[in-house]
């Protein structure tokens, strides 16, 4: 059964990121996809189309990703490179574009959807816990009300410039304010982002990576520092001009 047929399986996108169960199984091989289900009504949402191009290759509107390496790769431009603060490394071109070092057309709820077809796990773990009052942070510890912290993915770069090829670790573009110095090249944790009343919230606000902690945001930084809306601006010494086409590579951390 093809890739492609387990996931026309699903009746909504939403279903999917919410699963208990991965779409590919610990051999990278699909999963036996449910039985097609009944046509859709024409008020029904339109269901995501996944394409197969590769061997082990996949694509979902313009993302494109590999099942065996688990590399997500989607195309983005550059929007901001001086000054700050900033607060996010990607945003979609209809958020806060204002304050995103990349901007893209691809959607949030895509992009988690890939994710949980290659078997990340998301979960907040203790990263927003420096915005509860001290007394809330004790009695969560003491509790065992701990969830579990989403899995760690690298984030790369790439882009082309007068024939030549770029690629860089994705913190060598943000500036540290109170070192001078870019960030430290750190994994981003895969939180995801949630449901409300049957929206998808990064959708809405267009948060795809964030810099400063944020909620809503698919994936957060653990580094110290993150809480701090301030303290990080774009890296005009690394970061190419306002309008270059790059690709942002997601990889999974050892």
């Not at 008020?43 to 694509?59: L, M, Q």
């Not at 688990?70 to 071109?93: D, F, K, Q």
């Not at 509860?132 to 509790?143: F, T």
């Amino acid at each position: 059964m093809t890739f492609p047929s387990a996931f026309r399986a699903l009746t909504l996108a939403s279903c999917l990121l919410f699963a208990g169960s991965s779409a590919f199984g610990q051999n990278n091989a699909p999963a036996t996809p449910a039985p097609d289900p009944e046509p859709a009504t024409a008020a029904a949402p339109k269901k995501p189309a996944v394409t197969k191009i590769g061997e082990t290759e996949y694509r979902l509107g313009e993302i494109v990703f590999d099942a065996k390496s688990r590399e997500i790769r989607l195309p983005a431009v550059m929007n901001l490179r001086e000054g700050g603060p900033t607060e996010y490394l990607l945003v979609h071109e209809s958020g806060k574009v204002h304050e995103g070092i990349l901007t893209t057309k691809v959607k949030p709820l895509d992009l988690q959807i890939v994710m949980k077809l290659l078997r990340y796990r998301s979960g907040e773990g203790t990263l927003f816990d420096t915005f509860l009052p001290a007394e809330e942070q004790r009695r969560k510890i003491e509790g065992g009300n701990k969830s579990e912290r989403g899995d760690a993915v690298a984030i790369r770069v790439r882009w082309e410039k007068d024939g030549q090829t770029h690629e860089h670790p994705a913190a060598d573009w943000v500036l540290d304010a109170e070192s001078g110095k870019p960030m430290a090249d750190e994994p981003w944790i895969l939180t995801g982002s949630h449901l409300s009343n049957g929206t998808f919230l990064a959708d809405i606000e267009g948060s795809i990576i964030a810099i400063y902690l944020d909620q809503i945001a698919l994936l957060n930084m653990e580094r110290k520092g993150a809480e701090n809306d301030e303290r990080w601006g774009a890296n005009a010494a690394k970061t190419p001009e306002v309008g270059q086409k790059v690709t942002v590579l997601l990889q999974p951390t050892k």
